[in-house]
Nanobody, 119 residues
């Protein structure tokens, strides 16, 4: 009934690391490109990392070199390894298809997972 469930967020100090997980429902997961999005207070939701159905990755300049997106189609899962975290990474992180809203999987946004980075 819930298509996307994010987990793994938390409170970390600057320079620390977190690994976010996104669990998706449905047999068609593997055909969609997926992305991690984040939304900070007062800002629009933005795409920060994306991975195609074939495994090609792309990143926003703000996270390039620090974050790594990956997927495990056998587990219907997408991951975001976040290293060298900065206070400006503080946001609610969401997963969805890329572009968002595709198929059953992308029909609804999950609740996201909060990442807070202290200085």
């Amino acid at each position: 009934q819930v298509q996307l469930v994010e987990s793994g967020g938390g409170l970390v100090q600057a320079g620390g690391s977190l690994r976010l997980s996104c669990a998706a429902s449905g047999r068609t997961f593997s055909i969609y490109g997926m992305g991690w999005y984040r939304q900070a207070p007062g800002k629009q939701r933005e795409l920060i990392a994306a991975i195609t159905s074939g495994g090609t990755t792309t990143y926003a300049d703000s996270v390039k070199g620090r974050f790594t997106i990956s997927r495990d189609n056998a587990k219907n899962a997408v991951y975001l390894q976040m290293n060298s975290l900065k206070p400006e990474d503080t946001a609610v992180y969401y997963c969805n298809t890329n572009p968002p809203g595709l198929g059953r999987i992308g029909s609804y946004w999950g609740q996201g997972t909060q990442v807070t980075v202290s200085s």
